[in-house]
């Protein structure tokens, strides 16, 4: 093992294999298609809201190992959640993909820690956070929208 | 594929003149299957620029100083060596660029712009590199020409050769076409496509970035009218290329870029221009990146083309022989390698090409992945993306064999 | 002029940083006075650029292995340190060329295409290279806009501040013009040029060739919409400059080069097309030219802007007193040397500057002689060339001394 | 005296010098510009014929002294001279100034081998050639439009 294929966690290739958040969603309130045209990742996040909470997320699209997981990870962590911590954990990803710390990720977000190896793989830090970003773009545009 | 024969490249010693190929990569023996991207660089290419940098340091033209004559003389025999290199009949034939890219604006704005009239047509292929697509798009957008594409075999193996001629028509004024497609390694029928181009009055450009010094080139044997390359891809410097064009359309064309050395005559509100090849070399041009150039033609002539070509044809047919056996390799391109340059693409089972890559850069190996600025023959073949290993001269079996090594790490974490 | 003070800079010291200054030229000290057409180069420029062929040698973009990552980060680094070095809001209002002819072009086609109708008018000045000038009379001829320019003082000292505003018309849209002039060193007051054309709603190109790391330079401040510049004039690798574009403006312009890197998506039929800077950076960049830059960009921030501001002032001071007491000597540009940089250029009696410039390269000086892309100035002045003498940081009295007593050769020769 | 210096010979510098032949002429039969944009030598030739003899040749314009001193020489030699003594002289400075012999000139053009020095001097070529270019073309088309 050495740092590239140390990259490929169990976590990661769990959450990547799942296919329990991968599907399109009929009756989402949002929906939101991202892209790296770069390295040719493309996905769509659906979003279903009941008020501020997040009752349904789920992702389709096609992407490397690191950008599906990392979608995956979202929905795992996201559904039930607020918008509020949805902001809250975009920000966490973020900082722990860019920044030098590892941040304290709530209980239902644990699986996310996985995901800090590929800050040694500058390229596919896009990857991870393609999910990521686009989520916070479906919430500024609620929240503007809504308020 | 072909029968083990004795290499005519002696490899090995060719290795040592590419100072990269002593380094580790990720802690292993650095694999470079990315030739295709840019060519690793040998000493004497380096030296040439660092001597001119060393010794010279002076811009050229009109310096009155020993220092400026002498980088002139060089500048102008790079021009010399690469004119020879693609036997054009006279050197100022050859326009240094900044590559393959520059070199096809050029032609699009100083001859497409100029010549195309609504409803002439364009004809190109779905192998081209974005290079070679987008600017006849732009092109036909700015003066109503349109774009049309040369039917393609199935599996897109290469240009139908049924369809060749049916797809010129009596609008058809250019044909842009790659010598070598960056995907695949597919080489069109230049010839046959010049000489049906130039029965209906059409001009061909090639988009020679694969091409130019993995193989003899021979524009006049090959008749076409213009041909593009890089430096960066066959030995040379980064930052310079050549538009190779024939006179007379050289001639007949606007200048591109405006400014100093291009010039004859300055009035505040007119000006009249130099000749060729003057014309299109706008501003203090890349003078070291020239010589080092011309460094780089000694060098890989000093090699020998033919013996480049043949190596690398050996490696693909090594990678194919390799492939056959298993299932879980899908390979783009045809396995009759006459018509195909060293290029190896393919997808490993459902395994997104760049998992595939950045597990192999693990190993040391170095590859492509995505959709190779070829989102159109992505299309054709429905997939996202690649995993592309290319070869040049240094290529030996070894990294052939680090890389089917690779894969097979990537099989044991994905499978 | 000025009384002797002390240098800031230790030139003896950074001399030994240029090999080309150990060279001797003609068998003599070398007394390299040609800066204006290309700076020397130091030895971390030139190990820069090795260190990346070496070591790397790799693409940059989509490169999942280690070297190219390492030269993708090298790469955007450089465009950092160059958006540091003439404080730019951010990083992708940074776009590598060739050099500062290349940039003018893409603002002359990319803006001044798009945008100037018929009757629009572009305010230029004879003080300016052929690259700023040609560039707008083809942009003219092609959009119907009217080239006008600002007055001028008598003897071409400078542009007349009393019809500076006058100048303007209400269908100025552009202001192109130089940062110093290649011909005197003169210097515009660029900042009261942007303010007079931002009330009127124009933009202002600077060409930045000569004013770039001989003075600090703050867009900001100068509150100038496009700024051009060449690294080789400031001790980087040939083949490379920069475009500084104010991001709105660039987001407005179309794309110049069509090709790879620049795209989004590209369809059969169409494209669509990447953030900046990528929008303006079709095809693989000069990758270790950029790199060179890089360091080029510290290394003169490392010496120091200011210092070598004065620096060149008092050579050119020293210049103009040893001209005093002369009769032989025709000098151009004002004697106050508030607004000249260091250029020193002038006519010895009648004697033709190529001969005084081949004189004094036998003397081992070497100057540039002729019209220095500048033929409208050269009109105004009434020659046919002048004999330029240009300094840089490592310039030095003994360089100066060298051309006096080189003119005392031409003045036994020729009178 | 080193290389530079050498070039400047007393013979090249008299010619330079020498007025004699440099002025415009009005009863020419032929006359034509020739310049070297890139350097600024800019003359102009003016040529009376009688038949296939050159009666009078000048010259006018501006140029360094190189360039001009070729000029005067080429008035000296070729007054009283045919077309095709011209064309022979012309391909003797020619080959002079490219190749690496130094020919035998005719007594008459003696001087030009002051000359010969500038081969070592590329950029100089051109302006040494410059008035023997000019009339090469005078020659040229005269004899096309002749014959
Ligand atoms: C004032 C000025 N503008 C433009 C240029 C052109 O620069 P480059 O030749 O590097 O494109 C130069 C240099 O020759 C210059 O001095
Ligand atoms: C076939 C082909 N055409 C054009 C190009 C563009 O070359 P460059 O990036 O050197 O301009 C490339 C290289 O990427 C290529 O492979």
Redesign the interface.
Known sequence: M???????KEII?DNYKAKKYRRRMDDADISREGANP???D?IELFVRLNGDRIEEVTYDG?????CLASANMLCTALTGRTLGEARALFDQVRSMLTDADVPDFPEYAADLEAMQGVKA?PV?VK?AMLAWSTLKQVVDEHSLSAG | MSPARTLPLDVSKLRTEF??LS?A???KR?AYL?SG??S??PRSV?EA??AY???????I?????????RA??LYDEARTKAAGLINAAAAREVIFT?????S??LV??SWGRKFLKPGDEILTS?FE???????W??VAKATGAV?R?FPLLPHAEGLDPEQLETAFSERTRIVAITGMSNVTGYKPPLRRIAELAHERGAVVLVDGAQMACHEPVDVQALDIDFLAF?A?KMCG????GVLYGRESLLEAMDPF?????M?????????TY?QLPEKFE????????AIGFGAACDFVQGVGLEAIAAHERELLDYCLARTRARDDITVYGGINTDDRGGIFSFNFAD?????V???????G???????H?A??LM?VFGV??TTRASFYMYTDRSDIDALFDGLD?VRK??L
Not at chain 2, 53 to 59: A, C, G, K, V
Not at chain 2, 357 to 363: E, K, Q
Request: charged share 20%.
């Open positions: 050495n740092l590239g294929d140390d990259l490929y290739l770069s390295c040719g493309d096609a992407g490397c190992s690191i793989f596919r990857c | 100072p990269v380094r990569m990720r802690g650095l990315d991207a840019t690793l660089k380096l620029e660092r940098y060393e010794q010279l340091s002076s811009n033209h009109r310096g009155v100083y020993e220092f400026s004559e002139t003389i900044r590559g393959t890219t520059e096809i604006n699009g704005y779905e590199h974005h290079s070679n697509i987008v600017v798009q732009e774009l594409f890089s960066h410097p980064t930052g310079i870029l405006y400014g100093g050395d010039i004859e005559r300055v009035w505040k509100d007119r000006s130099a706008a501003g203090t041009p890349h003078i070291a990146g395994v997104h090409a760049h998992d890559g950045m597990i192999l850069d693990s190993h190996v170095a590859v492509r992945a995505g959709f600025c989102q159109p299309r996202a993306g790490a974490i994905f």
